[in-house]
Every structure is written in structure tokens, then in C-alpha cells.
């Protein structure tokens, strides 16, 4: 089974590169941020609790994702493997998603990691703002805010899964498909 950690900043390229790998190696797509939607369209007390985080940029609780990723992943037990797109955003997290994972003998394979520079990513966040309708992709403090909370609370998550030999770190700056060559010989390593 490929298990991938696809990692970096608000505005890095996640939910783009995500859908070329899941394309091209038949993986389930794990977001936080659908699986927040779908709990809350659906009126879960989860998804609730989840958008009063997001509207204020901050990170959700930690055992309200776990709870979510694990009902994705037993809803998926054909799944070649999965793509954790911006999950886990915390050690905590990490570490969870790594438990969880080895119980189902199916273990992280590699974590893709996108470094953009800050200025581009708030060039690139405000951009996807005019089409998103996402509040927090207009409002110049909360972008401020999710990068900083990224920087502060979710950076050490690559340093978790580095120990553990499994981060590559991949230039987010670039043409989308030179971008997506560069991941996938990651990905080939890692197989």
C-alpha cells in the first residue's frame, strides 16, 4: 500500500498536486478540509465544531480530525492507499495518523513536503480567493495568521517524519507539471 503525506504551507500547490498523484498511482484522497465539509453538510456535531476553527484560521482540535480520518479510512478498505493532503498538521497528529496506520499494517510511505516562500503564498492565497469564497483566502490577517500557525504548530511535522527518513522536500515555486516530475521520482523512491 502507498501512503503519502502531502505537506506545505496555505497556498503551496497541495489540492493541485494532489489530484495529478491521485490520478496517476489510483489513491484515496484524504483532505481535512472535505472531510470538515462533508461532517458539516451532513450537520455532524464534528464538522460544527471544525468550521468554528477554520473561520478563525486556527487548527481543529486534534482528536476531531484523528476521529474523521479514521472514519475515511474504514469507510476505504479497497484503497490501494491513501493521500494525506495538509493532514497531519501537528506532531500529535503525526504520530496518531502513524499508530493508526501501523495497526492496519499500512505505514506512512513518504512525505512530499512543497516549500513556497511566504510572499508568493500570499500572492497565490489571494488569487484563489477571488474564485474560492472562502473568507479566509480574502482577509490579509487571517492569511497572516494560517501561515504562522503552519510555520509555528505544523513545520515540525516534516522534522517527525524526516527522522523517519520518509521527507522529501520538493521546490513549490515553478510550473505545475515540472512541479508534479519532481514529486513522482520522490514518490518512485519511496515505492
Not at 478540509?33 to 453538510?41: A, E, I, N, P, W
Not at 456535531?45 to 486534534?62: F, T
Not at 494525506?84 to 500529535?92: E, I, L, W
Amino acid at each position: 500500500m502507498l501512503n503519502i503525506v502531502l505537506f506545505g504551507p496555505p497556498g503551496a500547490g497541495k489540492g493541485t498536486q494532489s489530484d495529478k498523484i491521485i490520478k496517476k498511482y489510483n489513491l484515496t484522497h484524504i483532505a481535512t478540509g472535505d472531510l470538515f465539509r462533508k461532517h458539516l453538510s451532513e450537520g455532524s456535531s464534528l464538522g460544527k465544531l471544525a468550521q468554528k476553527y477554520m473561520n478563525e484560521g486556527m487548527l481543529v482540535p486534534d482528536k476531531v480530525v484523528i476521529d474523521m480520518v479514521d472514519d475515511k479510512i474504514r469507510e476505504d478498505k479497497d484503497a490501494k492507499g491513501f493521500i494525506f493532503d495538509g493532514f497531519p498538521r501537528t506532531v500529535p497528529q503525526a504520530e496518531a495518523l502513524d499508530k493508526l496506520l501501523t495497526e492496519k499494517n499500512a505505514p506512512i510511505s513518504r512525505m512530499i513536503a512543497l516549500e513556497v516562500p511566504e510572499e508568493e503564498l500570499k500572492k497565490r492565497i489571494k488569487e484563489r480567493g477571488k474564485t474560492s469564497g472562502r473568507a479566509d483566502d480574502q482577509d490579509e490577517e487571517k492569511i497572516r495568521t494560517r501561515i504562522k500557525v503552519y510555520l509555528d504548530e505544523t513545520l515540525p511535522v516534516a522534522r517527525h517524519y524526516e527522522k523517519q527518513g520518509k521527507l522529501a522536500m520538493i521546490d513549490g515555486v515553478g510550473a505545475i507539471d515540472d512541479i508534479f516530475q519532481k514529486i513522482c521520482v520522490k514518490i518512485e523512491e519511496a515505492r
